[in-house]
């Protein structure tokens, strides 16, 4: 799975080391492959030990062997430990941080721009990306509207915006609560048990592409919830049944996936309402307070304020409107065919664009589209195509054909692809919400998709980081070798073992904080990729931080995906180089369990 996914293509950075550090190497005695300088005792050349090692001119000096029991052997292990942490210093040169271009773009199927001859693109946060000091505004708007509109606690308006509270791609399962106790009562977060015939329900957590919750994110309100009640709130496992997940636009019965870049305030809002509640003991019904805040987001967009506040400091909130002008203006010298479709309206859309790109930014595209109410628009042919005057009226002309420089409102993609013939693979569309503009694209209807990824940039920047590096090639060195050395069961391997296991743990943690200390990276859990990542390698050929990436290749380029290993391939992962020997099998060692 994710054959482009930056982390992976980068062997989860540990690998990615490894390839830098195998230039640092030793040639391969008598045929001139490399070999690793190892000081691992069951490592004396650059295969496995034992049998069928991949190197024919290794040398073949038997492993040291493990002590029978007792402290020689807890001794042993902790010898092999610090091996372990001088090798991988050792492979770790300078070089190896800042491997990753934040500027780049990331393939995840093979397609060459060359075959592309019309260009698609979304508006917001794909032709306009905004300026994160937008957040606040609207979660500002929508926090007073709960107040004015929908009678919600004055108190509410004491919370301000956390910017560094959620990410995006995260769960929100409505139906998920405080945990019962005897006799009625409920435990909450804030207190001992309070009697209280009513449930509060909800809970904000991250779940990886294998549908499990994340251990150590899950929040209720703003407090996290304990590991063992998650468990506990969903049967004994941390896993969610598929009919309760999200559906195919991140709708399931109970649970939401916040998918688009919009939702970072409606998630910090509705965190900050329930912690409200529960810190004041107020009864509440967690889906209508779910509706009610999920309303007053929409109500923000709806009576345009998000947009007044855009068109009034353009300055402010729009980025890189110079870049998006070069990367239209290129493709037009090329001969490529460009259109719009978004859900903005019209004189929003056009003020953006007029700023960005000029008073003629029309002439660029020959198929504009606004209010295409997006999802529908792919999925529902009734919806008709109706042309806009320049003031933006309506008109009432039959539409017989889509004409360069006209507006188009609402409409369907089913007359959209029979008034131009744009079909296919010949087709690539950008947008930057995985469901609403692109899955239905690349499922249905074979179009090439590339999906805006604005907090790539920022994860690149610390995944370059020594910190990160580092923190993670150890993490892998010490799961190679608890996996290895796990045949050893006496008591003091044991009580090795633990302290090991309880090391790793820490080193998780660390790396998860590095990204956002409440939920961690967007793309990854501790080791799986998140369902966010699922979905980014399933519905988009390329992903990227911005659409002026585009700007740094050629338009005939064609991007390769990285060839990411299946666990089964064997790879030169840094913790097998690490341990001594490949993953898998280990054969001299754990021959007894046969």
Same mark, same amino acid.
């Given at each position: 799975m994710g054959r482009g996914l930056h982390g992976l293509q980068a062997a989860g950075m540990?690998?990615?080391? @490894?390839?830098?550090?195998?230039?640092?190497?030793?040639?391969? &005695?008598?045929?001139? &492959?490399? &070999?690793?300088?190892?000081?691992?005792?069951?490592?004396?050349?650059? $295969?496995?030990?034992?049998?069928?090692?991949?190197?024919? $001119? /290794?040398?073949?000096?038997?492993?040291?062997? #493990?002590?029978?029991?007792?402290?020689?052997?807890?001794?042993? @292990?902790?010898?092999?430990?610090?091996?372990? &942490?001088?090798?991988?210093?050792?492979?770790?040169?300078?070089?190896?941080?800042?491997? @990753?271009?934040?500027?780049?773009?990331?393939?995840?199927?093979?397609?060459?721009?060359?075959?592309?001859?019309?260009?698609?693109?979304?508006?917001?946060?794909?032709? /306009?990306?905004?300026?994160?000091? @937008?957040?606040?505004?609207?979660?500002? =708007? #929508?926090r007073d509207i709960l107040i004015e509109h929908y009678k919600y606690p004055e108190g509410i308006r004491k919370y301000d915006y956390n910017p560094s509270f959620a990410i995006r791609g995260l769960h929100y399962d409505i139906q998920k609560g405080w945990k019962r106790l005897a006799h009625g009562q409920w435990q909450t977060p804030f207190s001992s048990p309070v009697p209280l015939p009513w449930c509060p329900q909800s809970l904000l957590m991250k779940i990886d592409a294998f549908h499990y919750v994340q251990l150590g994110t899950a929040y209720r309100g703003l407090q996290p919830v304990p590991d063992e009640e998650v468990i506990d709130l969903y049967g004994g496992t941390q896993h969610i049944p598929l009919y309760q997940m999200s559906g195919f636009y991140g709708k399931g019965p109970s649970i939401k996936q916040f998918m688009d870049i919009f939702s970072l305030p409606e998630m910090a809002l509705l965190s900050c309402v329930v912690d409200h509640f529960l810190g004041h003991g107020l009864e509440f019904d967690q889906a209508h307070l779910y509706k009610d805040v999920t309303d007053a987001i929409r109500d923000v967009h709806v009576k345009g304020l998000m947009y007044q506040w855009i068109e009034q400091d353009m300055e402010k909130y729009i980025l890189r409107g110079d870049e998006t002008f070069a990367v239209l203006s290129r493709l037009v010298d090329h001969g490529k065919q460009l259109f719009l479709i978004t859900n903005s309206p019209f004189?929003?859309?056009?003020? $953006?664009?007029?700023?960005?790109?000029?008073?003629?930014?029309?002439?660029?595209?020959?198929?504009?589209?606004?209010? =295409?109410?997006?999802?529908?628009?792919?999925?529902d042919p009734r919806k008709p195509f109706r042309k806009l005057d320049e003031k933006g009226s309506l008109q009432w002309d039959r539409i017989t054909r889509l004409e360069k420089g006209k507006i188009y409102r609402q409409g369907n993609l089913f007359d959209f692809l029979r008034l131009t013939e744009w079909r296919g693979p010949r087709v690539l569309y950008f947008g930057d919400h995985l469901y609403s503009d692109l899955a239905d694209l690349m499922l249905r209807h074979g179009w090439r998709t590339g999906a805006i990824i604005p907090e790539l940039e920022r994860e690149i920047r610390i995944i370059n980081t020594e910190q990160y590096m580092h923190s993670l090639t150890w993490q892998q060195a010490l799961t190679g070798l608890l996996e290895r050395m796990q045949t050893y069961q006496d008591a003091e391997s044991r009580q090795v073992l633990a302290a090991w296991?309880?090391?790793?743990?820490?080193?998780?943690?660390?790396?998860?904080?590095l990204f956002n200390a409440q939920f961690g990276s967007i793309f990854r859990t501790f080791h799986n990729p998140t369902y966010f990542s699922r979905r980014l390698v399933r519905f988009s050929d390329l992903y990227m931080a911005s659409l002026s990436c585009l700007l740094n290749y050629r338009v005939d380029f064609t991007f390769y995906p990285r060839r990411t290993p299946l666990q089964h391939e064997a790879p030169l992962w840094m913790d097998q180089l690490c341990t001594g020997c490949m993953k898998t099998p280990f054969l001299s060692d754990m021959a007894h369990i046969r």
């Open positions: 540990a690998g990615a080391g @490894l390839r830098v550090a195998a230039r640092l190497w030793l040639p391969c &005695r008598g045929h001139g &492959r490399p &070999r690793a300088a190892s000081s691992s005792p069951s490592c004396p050349g650059c $295969g496995p030990p034992g049998p069928g090692s991949h190197c024919p $001119g /290794a040398p073949r000096s038997a492993p040291t062997p #493990a002590p029978a029991s007792g402290a020689d052997l807890s001794a042993y @292990l902790w010898a092999r430990y610090q091996d372990m &942490r001088r090798l991988v210093h050792d492979l770790l040169p300078p070089e190896v941080c800042s491997l @990753l271009n934040p500027a780049a773009i990331y393939a995840n199927n093979e397609i060459s721009l060359h075959d592309v001859e019309v260009y698609g693109f979304d508006y917001d946060y794909t032709l /306009a990306q905004y300026a994160d000091s @937008l957040h606040p505004a609207i979660f500002s =708007a #929508a004189s929003f859309v056009d003020k $953006g664009m007029r700023h960005m790109v000029g008073p003629d930014w029309r002439q660029l595209f020959d198929v504009v589209i606004v209010q =295409a109410d997006k999802p529908s628009f792919f999925t296991m309880k090391e790793r743990q820490e080193l998780r943690c660390i790396t998860k904080a």
